[in-house]
């Protein structure tokens, strides 16, 4: 079975409930778009802020990707807002 491991960070994981979790990743599932539809589908509509773009950055394997990147499975996908400085 191919896993992915998610994490969620800062205000997401108050705002989810979650702090990360292990999940079989769907064959349908090829890219982090879908994996987040995915999610939602899953877990319902409190977890439809990790669609918003100008909320939420993912990173792969600890880079920031697009929506458009790619999974095969054994990553590590987080999800965190976007940081600000000052």
């Not at 319902?44 to 802020?49: H, L, P, S």
């Amino acid at each position: 079975m191919v896993t992915l491991t998610i994490n969620f960070f800062a205000s997401l994981r108050e705002e989810l409930g979650a702090s990360g979790e292990t999940l079989p990743l769907p064959e349908q599932v090829t890219n982090v778009a879908q994996l987040v539809d995915y999610l939602v589908g899953l877990r319902g509509e409190r977890w439809a802020v990790l669609q918003d773009n100008t909320r939420v950055l993912v990173a792969v394997d600890h880079t920031i990707v697009q929506r458009s990147h790619a999974l095969r499975g054994g990553e590590e996908v987080a999800f965190f807002p976007p940081m600000t400085g000052g």
